[in-house]
């Protein structure tokens, strides 16, 4: 159990809807981020948090929108995405102050996102 | 370009058998951290190492970072069915260290232990 939940588990979109993946932990961390795993690529770092602000954009398409109403909830509300984005989505948190612990990062179990 | 290389990519071994995972990088980091991910779920922090020459042991995993810091090993001994996953090494964006949060990952090791 790593104290990092996020739902759905799975999704299924067509290019046209709107749909959003939510990210909630209970460790008291302080940042909060958003990445992608696709196969064959090495974790992408799309959103970072930090109190509640928005500190890291890794050129990130607008498509993806990030919300961050408090320090426990992370959402990425997803629009007129396109195939080459599924993959996994991955929520992880850390501590927010200590530079060496905002290293260790505690991940979610991910969203398995399908575009079709 | 990428930071850190894994090697190798793919590994498969017998149940007992020992192997040895790397993370090198031209780059030098403050510190590296190791997880393993298991199917359909999100990659799981093992240890992070901070100190040049610093050996970590957890039960039969062994992780070692180098003098320099610029690459790290993990080794596991009498390896099982359990230890199967992605080993991933990570480390804070070299440029970035006083952002504090920013990790840069490797492509990982695919190990599969069969019984």
């Known amino acids: 159990e790593t104290g990092v939940t996020q739902t759905p588990r799975h999704l299924v979109m067509g290019m046209t809807n709107k749909k959003s993946l939510k990210c909630e932990q209970h460790?008291?961390?302080?940042?909060m981020y958003w990445y992608k795993q696709s196969a064959k690529k090495p974790l992408e770092l799309m959103f970072v948090?930090?109190?509640?602000?928005?500190?890291e954009n890794n050129s990130v398409p607008s498509r993806f929108s990030p919300e961050c109403p408090n320090s426990s909830h992370l959402f990425l509300h997803l629009h007129t995405l396109q195939p080459e984005d599924s993959a996994l989505y991955l929520c992880?948190?850390?501590?927010?102050?200590?530079?060496?612990?905002?290293?260790?990062?505690?991940f979610g179990p991910g969203t398995r996102l399908t575009v079709t | 370009t990428q930071l850190l290389e894994q090697s190798p990519q793919f590994l498969s071994i017998q149940e007992g058998e020992n192997l040895t995972v790397y993370c090198n990088s031209s780059?030098?980091?403050?510190?590296l951290q190791w997880y393993r991910q298991e199917p359909g779920e999100g990659p799981v922090l093992l240890v992070t190492?901070?100190?040049?020459?610093e050996v970590k042991k957890l039960k039969r995993l062994t992780f070692q970072f180098g003098d320099a810091r610029k690459d790290s090993s993990l080794h596991i001994t009498a390896a099982q069915p359990g230890d199967t996953g992605l080993y991933l090494c990570a480390g804070p964006f070299p440029s970035k260290e006083t952002s504090g949060s920013r990790l840069t990952f490797g492509e990982g090791t695919q190990l599969t232990v069969n019984p």
């Open positions: 190492v901070v100190t040049g020459g």
């Open positions: 780059s030098v980091f403050s510190s």
């Open positions: 460790l008291g961390h302080n940042a």
């Open positions: 948090y930090n109190f509640k602000e928005q500190t």
């Open positions: 992880a948190s850390s501590q927010g102050e200590d530079q060496r612990l905002s290293y260790e990062q505690y």
